[in-house]
């Protein structure tokens, strides 16, 4: 794992739109993520779309989840969410833009069948992750298996209440299921890029880099992964034990892995 930690969010999410723009060049299958932790990295592709020409035109994308009941065109749906904040604004194909069905009958078969079309698609290439302040990824909440599969969750009461400032602070106006790719899901992207901002998030910081790898927290399944990148401001690595090597490996990182 690959802890990068810069001064400012902003700064935090110009080092991740250089990453997924080097996949983007090659028209890669992007996974995304909902939240407020990726907008200033999506805000940063979208500029370089608009003014350096960097062309989404190749690539598809996977979202990592969804709310059950929500209808598509729900302002909170993250099927609109994603559109809104981030490919609407690039010429990436809206029928290229793929999330589960939180509206299906059957949820347990749209989960099968969106692990189906990423299987189909060829996997995810990269993989963008923000982390909930329980360590949740997605909406694998702690307890989460960590070869878990796409499916159907319960929300923790924590999870509904950071989400409820998205539903004007209302808590019974979020959805208490969801579908979620699950942790073995997300496991089989090629990279993992996980952000994460801010002093509230420092302990799940310190707990998924730091930690036993643990259901309990779901974003230590990242130790587990080949190529996992994890970018922190200074307040989300102030929980941190090993900074200074991380900031000396940065530092001192060849060339040729920039
Ligand atoms: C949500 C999403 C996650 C997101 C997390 C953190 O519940 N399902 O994908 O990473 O919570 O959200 P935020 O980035 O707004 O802090």
């Known amino acids: 794992m690959e802890v990068i930690i810069r001064p400012t969010e902003r700064d935090c999410a110009v080092v991740a739109a250089d990453i997924v723009e080097r996949y983007v060049r090659c028209g890669a299958t992007l996974g995304l993520a909902t939240g407020s932790t990726p907008v200033g990295t999506y805000a940063e592709l979208i500029a370089r779309h608009r003014d350096q020409g960097l062309s989404f035109a190749q ?3 996977f979202l ?3 709310y059950v009941g929500l209808p598509r065109e ?3 749906s993250y099927y609109r969410t994603i559109r809104r904040e981030f490919t609407a604004h690039v010429d990436l194909d809206d029928a290229a833009v793929a999330s589960p069905d939180g509206t299906a009958p059957h949820p347990g078969e749209a989960a099968a069948a969106y692990d189906a079309a990423i299987a189909a698609a060829g996997g995810v290439d990269i993989q963008i992750l923000g982390v ?3 360590g949740h990824i997605a909406f694998n909440e702690p307890g989460s298996s960590l070869a878990s599969r796409t499916r159907m969750k319960t929300l923790h009461p924590d999870t509904v209440r950071d989400n409820s400032r998205f539903f004007g602070g209302d808590s019974a106006a979020v959805p208490r ?4 790719q699950g942790i073995g899901t997300i496991r089989e992207a090629r990279h993992l890029v996980l952000l994460a901002f801010g002093e509230s998030k420092a302990s799940a910081v310190r707990a998924l880099v730091e930690g036993p790898v643990a259901a309990v927290c779901p974003a230590s399944a990242l130790q587990l ?3 996992a990148t994890v970018i ?3 307040a989300a690595a102030g929980l ?3 900074t200074e090597y991380y900031r000396f490996a940065y530092d001192n990182k060849p060339d040729w892995q920039r």
Do not use: I, K, N, S
């Open 64 to 66: 990592l989840d969804e």
């Open 74 to 76: 729900h302002e909170q």
């Open 225 to 227: 992964h080949p190529q």
């Open 59 to 61: 690539c598809r994308a």
């Open 177 to 180: 299921h969801v579908l979620t």
């Open 240 to 242: 941190l034990e090993h």
């Open 232 to 234: 922190v401001d200074e």
């Open 132 to 134: 909930g302040t329980d």
